[in-house]
């Protein structure tokens, strides 16, 4: 169980995997958090961005319970999240 953030300057790429009997125990969506967090408190990160399949509407979840915005446009077969630094509120 992971959450995995690349960076590229401001610009972080995030992505996270767990496996099937570890699911619905809210470890995605808290290891998300954290790496939230981390880049926007330790690193140098401005926004956030993650690709998702369109069938999988629980990492979606996970996204949207984190502040992520569903993106305009996405690769066919995908959609895309972002969250910016200056639209997140710190956990405490």
Same mark, same amino acid.
């Given at each position: 169980?992971?959450?995995?953030?690349?960076?590229?300057?401001?610009?972080?790429?995030?992505?996270?995997?767990?496996?099937?009997?570890? !699911?619905?125990?809210?470890?995605?969506?808290?290891?998300? #958090? =954290?790496?939230?967090?981390?880049?926007?408190?330790? %690193?140098?990160? *401005? !926004?956030?961005?993650?690709?998702?399949?369109?069938?999988? #509407? =629980?990492?979606?979840?996970?996204?949207?319970?984190? %502040?992520?915005? *569903?993106?305009?446009?996405?690769?066919?077969?995908?959609?895309?999240?972002?969250?910016?630094?200056?639209?997140?509120?710190?956990?405490?």
């Amino acid at each position: 169980n992971r959450a995995v953030v690349s960076t590229s300057r401001s610009d972080y790429s995030v992505g996270f995997l767990i496996s099937p009997e570890w !699911t619905s125990r809210g470890l995605s969506t808290e290891a998300l #958090k =954290r790496a939230v967090d981390f880049a926007f408190n330790e %690193g140098q990160g *401005e !926004t956030i961005t993650a690709t998702v399949l369109i069938e999988n #509407k =629980r990492s979606m979840t996970v996204l949207k319970k984190n %502040g992520f915005l *569903e993106m305009k446009k996405s690769p066919p077969g995908t959609k895309r999240f972002i969250l910016a630094k200056w639209n997140h509120e710190p956990t405490q």
